[in-house]
């Protein structure tokens, strides 16, 4: 199986909501364990050359971020189960190629609305206890304000962009309030002073429902500037009728 690993292009664009950054570093991270977000995968084009993140939604769709793929790319690729980014492929990852990208129809780039999007891989995802659909929220279902959640990802663990894990960090964050319904909206955690930098541009915010299952209730859409700070993510269930027309959910 052959593996696809471009360079890494920082992608830092000022929106017209000042201070607004996407953001790839992940600062202050700690390791996640391998399987502990079998839904998360990791998202990589060509030309442009960028990385993301994203969500398993089903075995042939993935959810991220509008801005990851809003370039029209030649190629996009999406790694599942995968931990350890370095080169070699492990035993439990699957590497697939997209069919297609739907950008939301509404997403604009200059403030990031509706930043969300879906990929229709060829072959569908084998799903076991390292690949797995996530458990998503309902049409109305936004997490509460206090609530800690995670997010994760590959991005950068410090300000030095030549610095990078090998493998998958997480981050756990506070959640702050809902943006006029259109972002929710995560401040940073205390503990190493970790931030939504912890996760990439398009990857999942994880929040535990009282049953004690995870539910993915975003995409990380953008970061205030500086990291350590506020960060906003497109919630899932502002957005989850448009995506049922696509997805089997």
Not at 107 to 127: G, M, N, T
Request: hydrophobic share 40%; net charge positive.
């Amino acid at each position: 199986m052959v593996r696809i690993f471009l360079l890494v292009v920082f992608l830092v664009i000022a929106s017209d909501i000042q201070g607004r950054v996407l953001e790839k570093r992940i600062i202050h991270g700690t390791e996640a364990k391998p399987g502990a977000w079998p839904w998360m995968v990791y998202v990589e084009t060509l030309n442009p050359n960028k990385t993301c993140g994203g969500t398993i939604l089903s075995n042939n769709w993935i959810m991220t971020s509008s801005h990851c793929i809003d370039e029209n790319p030649t190629l996009i690729a999406v790694v599942a189960g995968a931990h350890t980014m370095n080169g070699t492929t492990e035993s439990s990852q699957q590497i697939r190629t997209a069919m297609r990208h739907i950008l939301h129809p509404k997403y604009r780039r200059s403030d990031l609305y509706a930043d969300i999007a879906l990929i229709e891989i060829y072959k569908p995802f084998w799903f076991n206890d390292r690949v797995n659909k996530a458990s998503l929220p309902g049409c109305n279902d936004y997490p509460l304000v206090g609530m800690w959640c995670y997010t994760a990802g590959w991005g950068y663990t410090q300000y030095d962009p030549k610095i990078r894990p090998d493998k998958l960090q997480q981050a756990r964050l506070p959640i702050l309030g809902v943006d006029d319904v259109e972002h929710i909206l995560a401040g940073f955690g205390v503990q190493g002073k970790a931030s939504v930098c912890q996760g990439d541009s398009g990857g999942p915010l994880m929040c535990k429902a009282a049953s004690g299952h995870w539910i993915v209730e975003g995409t990380l859409s953008w970061v205030l500037n500086g990291c350590h700070s506020v960060s906003g993510f497109t919630p899932l269930a502002k957005y989850l009728n448009w995506v049922k027309q696509y997805v089997p959910i």
